[in-house]
C-alpha cells in the first residue's frame, strides 16, 4: 500500500476535515470507515458552521452522508459545495435537498 492508497486499497486520500472560518472543509473519502474518526475530529469544531465544503471530498458513503446531514442540522442553514462522487445519488435515495435536510 502505499501513501496515495486507503485501509481499503481503492486509492482514495484519508479523510480529513478542518476548520477555516465559518466553513468545515472536508478532504479524501467520506465513508463508513472515516466516519468514527471525523466525527471525534468534528465535536470541537462543528459549532457556527455555514457552509460544508466538500471540494477536496473524493467521495460519500451512506455513512458519511449521515454524518454531513447531522452537521447540516445542528448547523441551520448551512450550504454545501462540491459534489464528491455518491453524493448526489445518495441524496436523491435519502431525499434530501441542497442543503441536507429532508426535501419537503
Not at 8 to 35: H, Y
Not at 44 to 50: A, I, K, M
Not at 67 to 77: Q, T
Request: aromatic residues 4%; glycine residues 10%.
Amino acid at each position: 500500500m502505499n501513501d496515495a492508497t486507503d485501509s481499503a486499497g481503492t486509492g482514495s486520500a484519508p479523510a480529513s476535515v478542518r476548520r477555516d472560518g465559518e466553513r468545515l472543509v472536508f478532504s479524501g473519502a467520506l465513508d463508513r470507515a472515516a466516519c468514527a474518526g471525523l466525527w471525534r475530529q468534528l465535536q470541537p469544531l462543528s459549532d457556527e458552521v455555514r457552509t460544508l465544503d466538500l471540494s477536496a471530498a473524493s467521495r460519500v458513503d451512506s455513512a458519511g452522508l449521515a454524518l454531513l446531514a447531522e452537521l447540516a442540522a445542528r448547523g441551520g442553514a448551512v450550504t454545501v459545495i462540491g459534489a464528491p462522487a455518491g453524493l448526489d445519488e445518495l441524496r436523491a435515495a435519502y431525499r434530501l435537498d441542497e442543503k441536507l435536510g429532508y426535501a419537503r
